[in-house]
């Protein structure tokens, strides 16, 4: 907006000399002459607006997201934790049942994962490493913004989401 260009009230609809007053004048932002500003404002119909609107319209439209780079650390599976699970069950001379019931789940949950046929959520793998004092899990980190390797370069890492994705 040029200085030059002449500014109307928008109470009264003269021209404004000098300079311009912003007011919300019923909920409503109008740009005042200097009597209209000072009457409105003095009868308490319209509050002066001391930080220009667009000015902070445009500093909250700054993206706030935070710079830093985004890894996600998950905690996966170990691949034999099937046998793993079993054993331990085993060793502490639990049959299905008992494990199951400690974990509250049902027995049948229980057998497909030691089948390997069910993958247990992380906090039930948890709670299985709790009861039998095993360790079934494993950090795993992940890029946020990963790409398939190509073909012939698949890590450990790669294999586990591959697996995960059919799941
Ligand atoms: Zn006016």
């Known amino acids: 907006m040029s200085r030059s ?13 000098g300079r311009p007053y912003r007011a919300i004048v019923d909920g409503v932002e109008m740009v005042l002459c200097a009597s209209c500003y000072l009457k409105l404002t003095r009868s308490g119909r319209a509050v002066p607006v001391r930080e220009r609107p667009r000015r902070a319209k445009a500093a909250s439209r700054q993206p706030k997201r935070p710079t830093r780079k ?4 998950l905690l996966d ?22 494990l199951a019931q400690k974990l509250r789940i049902s027995e049948t949950m229980l ?21 039998l004092k ?24 790669d ?3 591959i697996r995960r994705d059919e799941d």
């Open 77 to 98: 599976l170990v691949e034999d934790y099937p046998e793993i699970i079993r054993r331990a069950r085993e060793a502490k001379g639990w049959d299905l049942r008992t």
């Open 111 to 131: 057998r497909r994962i030691e089948q390997g046929k069910y993958k247990p959520p992380i906090d039930l793998a948890r709670r299985i490493e709790k009861i």
């Open 5 to 17: 260009e002449t500014l109307y009230c928008e109470m009264c609809g003269s021209p404004i000399v």
């Open 159 to 161: 294999v586990v989401i």
């Open 134 to 157: 095993i360790k079934i899990l494993e950090p795993t980190e992940l890029e946020d913004e990963y790409e398939a390797p190509p073909p012939g370069k698949l890590t450990l890492g």
């Open 70 to 73: 985004v890894s996600i650390e």
